[in-house]
Structure formats: C-alpha cells, structure tokens
C-alpha cells in the first residue's frame, strides 16, 4: 500500500477509509487513472477492514465495477464497511470517490477468517505501586501491597496512526 502512495487515513471495527492522489505516472493510455490502482486502493481498504478485529481475515473473492474515470491530480477516497457478517465469512463494499464525492468504482469483497491473532499476545510482568486498583482475583478492585508483580496480558492493535494497549490482570 505505501508503496503505491496509498495513505491510511482510519480504522475502525469493521470499517476502514483510504486515499490517494492519481499522479502524473498512473494514467493508462486514455489519460485515466490506470483501473489496477483503483482496484488496489479499493483492495487494501478491504484488508484493513476485514483484518480491524485483529482476527487474520483474508480475502475469499471480490468483483468491481468502474463507473466513471479518474484523472491525474485527483484525490480519490475509498470507503470499506462490513455489510455482512456470519461465522467465518464476510460481505464487505467498498466505494471509491473522487475529491467531488463522485464515485468512481464500487467493491464487494467477500472474506474469510482464519484462527489466532493479527498482532498476537504480548505477557509482561508489571509492578503496581500502592496506589493503583487491579483486581487480580476477578473478585472485584483491589490494592496490592507496594512492590507487588503480577503478569499481565495485553493485546496490542494497530488503529490508523495510534496504538492501543488492552489489558486485562
């Protein structure tokens, strides 16, 4: 993705949004956007869509329609939401739009998630000053003495720019 000047602009359960700038070098002979680069915009705002649960999703088919051109120096956006999801499979649409909010393609990808974790668990041992609530034993807050370790599990996601740290004692 970055390396075709794509830009991640947000993720969110199920949903992601992507864009990029049609530059002098991606036009086809028609003088439009070359169909690949909207297909791979519209692509990988699916993958980050589909993978924002931070279960390792992967794609099962997918089809798109062009419905009107895109030109050099326009800023084309795609938009990625889950229309449906049952068990293991996904429906995911997907519009590209220009600058002017006019559609140029629509995306239907379809998806399918595998076992484990996209970015896994990370175990760490952390010290509690007096002060801080836990509740180690699941039995509501508690205070542990000063100094204490307990293990913690925390799952890292990777949210657009900012990674947040789940975690739980």
């Known amino acids: 993705s970055q390396g075709l000047g794509l830009s991640l602009d947000s993720v969110a359960p199920g ?3 992507m864009s990029m700038t ?3 070098d991606i036009p086809n002979g028609h003088k ?3 169909g690949c ?6 692509d990988s705002t699916f993958a980050f869509a589909c993978n924002s649960r931070n279960a390792p999703t992967v794609a099962s088919g997918c089809a798109i329609d062009y419905l009107a051109p895109a030109f050099e120096g326009d800023v084309l956006t795609a938009r990625a939401v889950a229309a449906s999801l049952a068990g293991r499979r996904g429906v995911y649409d997907i519009e ?11 995306f239907r990808g379809r998806s ?3 076992n ?3 970015l896994g668990v990370i175990e760490k041992k952390i010290t509690f000053d007096d002060t801080y609530p836990v509740d180690p034993g699941g039995g509501g807050s508690t205070t542990p003495a000063a100094g204490q370790e307990y293990t913690m599990t925390a799952i890292k996601e990777q949210v657009g720019r900012d990674a947040i740290e789940h975690a739980s004692v």
């Open 112 to 114: 399918y998630r595998l």
């Open 116 to 118: 484990g974790m996209v």
């Open 32 to 34: 439009t956007c070359h």
């Open 15 to 17: 949903a992601a949004n």
């Open 22 to 24: 049609v530059r002098a």
């Open 96 to 106: 590209v739009v220009n600058q002017n909010d006019k559609r140029v393609a629509w």
């Open 37 to 42: 680069f909207i297909f791979a915009l519209a």
